[in-house]
């Protein structure tokens, strides 16, 4: 497996396999790899003849008072788990690398990015997108792979792709857990023991809400109060958001007639997670 840092190698790289007519899977990462994002791996290797992996912390996608100077890094430990899984090549570029000092071109979008995270982070799908789009473009990969745990950012890129004829299959990837239930992200390693234990309550809350929808229930309202109500019995938990939305406009829905997103975005101390089920 190779690592470079050039958006030059990669092309010259990516360029020789598609002479020899092979395809070409990309896993857009962030680094500090786990289970998750392994899957997402796992399936590149599985349907592709190579398979690159991004790692690059997103500067473009992080608000003024969010983590990046925090976000955890570990490129030794990613590139072994890259290895392991089958990678061909680890793309790990330097921020200047991706954007030089003129930058000013974005990929942006009127729709899907106003409601959920994009509420608190008004910024950050812009990030995504523009930075997915250039990765695209660097790599030309067949496929690219996605976690279901960031499902709008899959939204997002799926419509984004749709609109700017990508020609690249989105590929969504279910959740993947701790045996708690604890949905795996980069972030958990920001919790302390005691939050690591209060986190739980999100998983918990929306396993509640998913059986109420499994038994019937219609209306969005009471599907929302169940789960906001469970989370709020866990004292270290504050609610950003519990929202139910149609999985394919993204707008909030009150009664449940087609496929649905429940999501939530829940403070746990300082720590900001995510979790959702679609149904
Ligand atoms: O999901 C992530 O880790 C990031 O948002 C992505 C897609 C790699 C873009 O920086």
Not at 38 to 50: G, H, P, T
Not at 194 to 214: D, F, T, W
Not at 239 to 259: C, F, G, M, Q
Request: aromatic fraction near 6%.
């Amino acid at each position: 497996m190779k690592i470079v840092e050039t958006i030059k190698e990669v092309r010259e790289q990516v360029k020789e396999w598609k002479k020899q007519g092979l395809s070409v899977g990309l896993v857009p990462t962030m680094g500090y790899l786990h289970e998750g994002h392994k899957s997402l791996i796992d399936r590149a290797v599985a349907e592709n003849d190579k398979v690159v992996v991004s790692v690059f912390v997103n500067p473009m996608q992080f608000g003024p008072t969010e983590d990046l100077e925090s976000y955890p890094r570990d490129m030794e430990r990613d590139a072994a788990l890259c290895e392991n899984a089958g990678a061909a090549l680890v793309f790990h570029p330097e921020p200047s690398e991706m954007y030089e000092d003129d930058f000013s071109s974005f990929v942006d979008m009127n729709t899907l990015t106003g409601g959920l995270c994009g509420k608190t982070r008004p910024i950050h799908f812009r990030g995504v997108c523009t930075v997915v789009a250039k990765l695209f473009n660097i790599v030309t990969p067949d496929r690219a792979y996605f976690g279901q745990k960031d499902a709008q950012q899959l939204a997002v890129i799926r419509h984004m792709v749709s609109d700017l004829s990508f020609g690249i299959e989105i590929v969504g990837c279910p959740i993947i857990r701790e045996k708690d239930g604890l949905a795996k992200s980069s972030r958990n390693t920001y919790l302390s023991a005691e939050e690591r234990n209060a986190a739980l309550i999100l998983s918990q809350s929306l396993k509640e809400g998913k059986a109420l929808v499994e038994a019937g229930e219609k209306d969005a309202a009471k599907i929302k109060k169940v789960i906001t109500d469970k989370i709020n019995t866990e004292p270290l938990a504050k609610i950003d958001y519990v929202e139910v939305v149609d999985w394919k406009t993204l707008e909030p829905v009150s009664t449940i007639d087609a496929p649905i997103l429940t999501a939530i975005a829940v403070y746990i101390g300082k720590t900001r997670l995510i979790d959702n089920f679609i149904i």
